[in-house]
């Protein structure tokens, strides 16, 4: 049996100090310990007493009787080697350690029984003899301390019946010389089992204490490995929340920009508007306000991916069945995506309503599609699922339980690597080459879905294609049908019209649509200054105030107006985020940017029907 201390570290529990109830587990694995060093060392104890039998046979044939002193070398030969074939046993299968202290200890009483009885039976009758065998029997309980020390028992089994028989012998003659060498050999004997006990407490105290070593250097382990944890944990969350404060700061700035690039847009789009209005439907100048107005309305939806990164944009949820919308728009699709893809939709039996706006879902579906388009320049197959699915709090990470609507997106295409998954959802990240788009699609999309309620997954192996699903809040009752008219003007009365905007270009366009449209206007450059007009008196019919600026909200001035001139139409007009998210505004805000058709049915609605 192979015994040793790895092996023991590995079974000991780990105490550092040890409780009560783990002395047991100790006390095993040391007498353990114990019987393994009497039976590695047993093949020299063996050798050491053939020799010890060939020199009694030597020098005790002149002065004993043959016949005791041959049974008794045979005796002692025998013995030996049934104790040779234990120990043959022990190291083949070392299993179960008292079996092995009851054999190492009836051995050693065997054997110091045959040594006693034997030195006893041929005791001669020469003094030289005598001391003889009193050497040898004090040579073998020496080396019995060195070799059995670490199993007291086995000691103390050889030591006792091996030295009072000879003893005795010494005793029994009278004398005073035997009578003092028969009590040097008690007191040999008693010394050797003193020394053997302080050696087997010292065997003991030196396993005890590699054992709590041990068990202090696993519990220290472990505490590293916890600390490990712990750190790794906490890296983990300060990515997060650097993540988190990076996409915060992103979107404070990205709605700021998408606060100034729409008044700057309402400038542009205005004046095109206005300029396309009044010149011929001949004129060569027509294709290239044609063209600006295209690129202004790229600008707009440019504007309108950034508030939806910064989810900031402003929805209209109403409840949608899913596979309604994605066959309404398959056409769109097919469109996008080309005749090398092919598409294929799979839809759940039964309606799947989700409470969304449809036209920002359509959005991301198209960008999702147009994503998966580019990820299979040969073509491919663009898969289209929509089913309803339940989030257990867990899967997805980070969404409520509930009932969801899932929308699927998958692709047969190229594929991701693991860091190109990682950043899938960075601003501005992309993998098309310089100049061929802005980044912004599927962060987009998960600011989308984030504001809706929901999320999206994202999937996706080298070679193996892309799975992308938005998870969307499933919808109560029936789903409306998305019928968005396309806007048209409707006739309006002149009227007067305060415009308050602190943007000049933004007031200035403003302004020219409503006087294109036959109406009056006043112009003012703060919220002081409109208020200054409407105090002196001016008729007015409708104040149009932008939301955002300084000293005095559009929102404050507007309710400061009415209190002023009760009856007084009002109309806000903003591409901040805080107002077009806020509901107590919803329906009082025309976003920004707005064309002059646009300005003109809100104005002749807020005639029609008292604001």
Not at 273 to 301: C, F, M, Q, V, Y
Not at 337 to 364: H, K, M, T, W, Y
Request: proline share 5%; hydrophobic share 50%.
């Amino acid at each position: 049996m192979a015994y040793d201390l790895a092996a023991m570290r590995g079974a000991a529990e780990p105490l550092s100090p040890a409780p009560a109830e783990a002395l047991p587990a100790w006390d095993e694995l040391i007498g353990a310990e114990r019987i393994r060093v009497v039976f590695r060392l047993m093949p020299i104890t063996l050798t050491v007493t053939m020799i010890n039998v060939v020199l009694t046979l030597v020098v005790m044939s002149p002065a004993a009787n043959p016949v005791v002193l041959w049974w008794w070398a045979a005796l002692v030969a025998f013995v030996s080697a049934v104790r040779l074939g234990f120990w043959r046993a022990y190291r083949r299968d070392g299993t179960g350690t008292r079996f092995w202290m009851r054999v190492s200890t009836l051995g050693a009483l065997v054997a110091g029984v045959l040594w006693g009885i034997g030195t006893a039976l041929i005791y001669p009758g020469w003094m030289l003899h005598q001391l003889f065998l009193a050497f040898v029997i004090g040579g073998m309980c020496a080396g019995a301390v060195t070799v059995s020390s670490a199993h007291f028992a086995s000691l103390a089994a050889f030591v006792l019946p091996a030295t009072l028989p000879l003893a005795a012998r010494f005793i029994a003659e009278g004398d005073r010389l035997h009578v003092a060498m028969g009590a040097m050999a008690l007191i040999f004997a008693a010394a050797m089992l003193v020394i053997g006990h302080l050696f087997g407490a010292h065997f003991t105290e030196t396993f005890r204490l590699q054992f709590a070593l041990a068990d202090r250097g696993r519990a220290l382990d472990r505490t590293n490995e916890t600390l490990r944890e712990e750190i790794a944990r906490h890296k983990a969350t300060e990515a997060s929340l650097r993540q988190a404060q990076k996409l915060e700061a992103l979107g404070r700035l990205t709605g700021g920009i998408a606060h100034d690039f729409n008044n700057v847009l309402t400038g542009v789009v205005g004046f095109v508007g206005i300029a396309l209005r009044r010149i011929d439907k001949d004129s060569h100048l027509r294709p290239l306000l044609e063209n600006a107005l295209r690129a202004a309305d790229r600008g707009t939806t440019l504007t309108q991916r950034l508030l939806a990164f910064a989810r900031k944009q402003t929805l209209n949820p109403r409840p949608i069945d899913l596979a309604v919308l994605v066959q309404d728009m398959r056409s769109l699709i097919e469109q996008a995506v080309g005749a090398a893809c092919r598409i294929e939709c799979e839809f759940a039996p039964g309606p799947v309503v989700a409470l969304v706006d449809s036209g920002q879902l359509e959005l991301a579906i198209l960008n999702l599609a147009i994503n998966a388009r580019d990820a299979m320049p040969e073509g491919g197959t663009l898969t289209i699922d929509v089913s309803p699915c339940l989030a257990d709090g867990i899967t997805p990470p980070g969404l409520a339980k509930g009932d969801y609507a899932v929308v699927t997106v998958t692709d047969t295409g190229i594929g991701m690597d693991e860091e190109t998954l990682a950043n899938a959802f960075e601003p501005f990240f992309t993998t098309k080459p310089a100049g061929a788009g802005s980044g912004l699609g599927l962060s987009m999309v998960q600011g989308f879905a984030a504001q809706s309620g929901g999320t999206i997954e994202l999937s996706s192996r080298k070679g193996k294609g892309t799975r992308a699903a938005i998870w969307l809040p499933r919808a109560i009752g029936e789903a409306i049908r998305d019928a968005r008219a396309t806007p048209h003007a409707l006739s309006a009365a002149p009227a007067r019209i305060l415009v308050c905007d602190d943007d000049p270009d933004a007031r200035a366009a403003v302004a020219e649509m409503l006087r294109g449209e036959g109406h009056a206007v006043i112009e003012a450059a703060s919220a002081a200054q409109a208020l200054q007009t409407i105090s002196a008196g001016e008729a007015i019919d409708i104040l149009i105030t932008d939301y955002a600026m300084p000293i005095m909200s559009g929102a404050d001035l507007a309710a400061e107006a009415v209190r002023l001139r009760p009856g007084l139409k009002t109309l806000l007009v903003s591409g901040h985020p805080a107002a077009l998210r806020d509901d107590s505004l919803r329906g009082t805000v025309l976003p920004k940017p707005f064309s002059p058709t646009a300005l003109a049915e809100r104005i002749a609605r807020l005639k029609g029907n008292g604001g």
